[in-house]
């Protein structure tokens, strides 16, 4: 067994977490820091300093997943919704603060394969992955592959003319719109009181969470009507924490709107939990020692 390890780092709206991944995908040592959203600078900076503040000793690259649009092939970032991300050579910039190989993934995509290679589709070739966190990600694996492309699955129109989106998104009637943790903050605000957050509703089971469910049912019903795939998995820490509650709804809703037999999908809970970015990261690591 390798001794080899890397720094996986998922970067979130809210939160960075990094940690120490090893080639099976074990994570053995983690820091979490808020998200630095003032600039693009300073997030880069906060970058740079999480993954120092972990052991470097036998580690050979460090991996990212950023809630943002990257372009592959020239390793760019393009844009993000939810963080000060724009029109940046991040591989490089972040190579030349690390001095080690790094790996750039969108962060739905990184766990996406994450629960593909490890977690709840390890028995499957095909899966749709939305991460319920901050904003809305997503991610596709199609006949055993990683869709490394804009897979902005959060960014669907489920409302024509609906709510507003989050953060930089001009959109309405988005995934994110409605089942993003922001936008159950806002639910959770208007039928428990300003003080509320979409934990309360998710510990109080509130009722409220079915409109939620209902819409997440109706966007992955779509998502089958395009990609067929053999299972949806639901993550993100909001996706998690409030699955059992969402599911009935959900599944209602996405059995209507799927073309037979899609309605019969499975969906299913990230088996990797809140650690599916992470480990995702981490993978995209290995393989940017790889290249
Ligand atoms: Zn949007």
Known sequence: MSKKRVIAVDVGGTKVLAGLV??????????????????????????????????QEDVVAVGFGVPARVDQVA?????????????LDLRSELENR?????GLENDANAAAYAEFRLGAGRHVHSLVMLTLGTGVGGGVVFAGQLFRGWAELGHIVIVEDGDPCNGACTGRGHVE????GTAVDRLARRVLGEQATARDLVAAHHPALDEVGHHLGTAIGSLINVFNPQLVVIGGGFGVAAFDLLLPSARLA???????????VE??????????????????????VQA
């Not at 996405?254 to 019969?264: D, F, N, Q, S, V």
């Open 267 to 288: 969906i299913r809970t990230a088996e990797l939990g809140a650690a599916a970015g992470l480990i995702g990261a981490g993978l995209v690591a290995f393989e940017a």
């Open 75 to 87: 390793g760019t970032v393009l844009g993000a919704v939810n963080l000060p991300l724009h029109d």
């Open 254 to 264: 996405a059995e209507r709107e799927a073309l037979a037999p899609g309605g019969r």
């Open 177 to 180: 719109s409605y089942c993003s």
């Open 98 to 102: 690390l001095d080690l190989p790094v």
């Open 22 to 55: 090893d080639a099976e995908g074990n994570v053995h040592q983690t820091v979490e820091r808020a998200s630095v959203v003032t600039s693009q600078e300073s997030l880069l900076d906060e970058l740079a300093a999480v993954v120092r503040e972990l052991p």
